[in-house]
């Protein structure tokens, strides 16, 4: 676990932030207080004294102008010996996702669009500085899958090429394999996705609604781009046209 104590008003509030944008897992106390025994490392300003007792861990001093380069120094030391965990998610209708440990694949899955950010969330749990990656296509359950996601270092990739050919038994495979290559494949950093849905991913949606009703019922185009948003579920999307056609009768 990281400790950041400083006196310095700059260097904790730089670091502090710097460190809650990378999900990383950190404490903060007076100078002077003994490090907790779970300390790894230790931030502190470029003025502030450091007691002997605290010399048994790495100790980083911050330059208040520039604390993320004190912050990739802390993980860097913490990441010496072991590699980066990323993550990399082809959406799609069930989407892949792929876990990687340096170049080591330790988890896949396939999982509901529903389901992706519990997965992310519980195998990134107690993980150091880990990167998410999602491809670019499928954009309406990509944009989902990154609401969902919430506040984690995420990258969109460019997934053209991702998927490989499957040959005689791979059937299935696709889209964890794709993950895989996303997981390796640099991306641009985002905070989000704001999609405005197409005419023709309207027609998507409105397709799924009848096939995930049996053919029952399909919902309206405002009802498919209230999904397409985010702000319904299909489930939620098909209660309200069905209390809507209820009412109406």
């Not at 340096?102 to 997965?119: H, I, K, L, R, W």
């Amino acid at each position: 676990m990281i400790v950041v104590a400083t006196t310095d008003f700059e260097v904790y509030h730089g670091v502090v932030n710097e460190l809650r944008d990378r999900s990383v897992e950190f404490t903060t106390q007076e100078v002077e207080e003994p490090l907790p025994e779970a300390t790894t490392l230790l931030v502190t300003g470029p003025d502030d004294e450091v007691y002997p007792e605290q010399l048994s861990v790495d100790v980083v001093r911050a330059d208040p102008e520039d604390p993320r380069r004190a912050v990739e120094e802390a993980l860097a030391l913490i990441r010496d010996g072991e590699d980066r965990v990323v993550v990399g998610i082809d959406p799609g209708d069930r989407p892949g996702v792929a876990v990687l440990v340096g170049d080591t694949v330790v988890a896949a899955f396939q999982v509901p669009v529903s389901e992706v950010a519990a997965v992310v969330e519980r195998e990134l749990e107690d993980t150091v500085d880990p990167t998410v990656r999602i491809g670019d296509g499928a954009r309406l359950d990509g944009s989902r899958i990154v609401e969902d996601l919430g506040d984690v270092p995420l990258e969109l990739v460019d997934e053209t090429g991702t998927t490989p050919y499957l040959g005689t038994g791979a059937r299935g495979m696709g889209d964890v394999l794709a993950a895989v290559n996303i997981a390796r494949r640099s991306g641009e950093r985002i905070e989000g996705r704001d999609i405005t849905p197409t005419k023709g991913e309207i027609q998507v949606i409105k397709r799924r609604s009848r096939e995930q009703s049996e053919g029952d019922r399909t919902i309206t185009e405002g009802l498919a781009r209230r999904v397409a948003r985010g702000e319904l579920t299909m489930d939620e999307a098909l209660d309200e046209h069905r209390s809507d056609e209820d009412g109406e009768t």
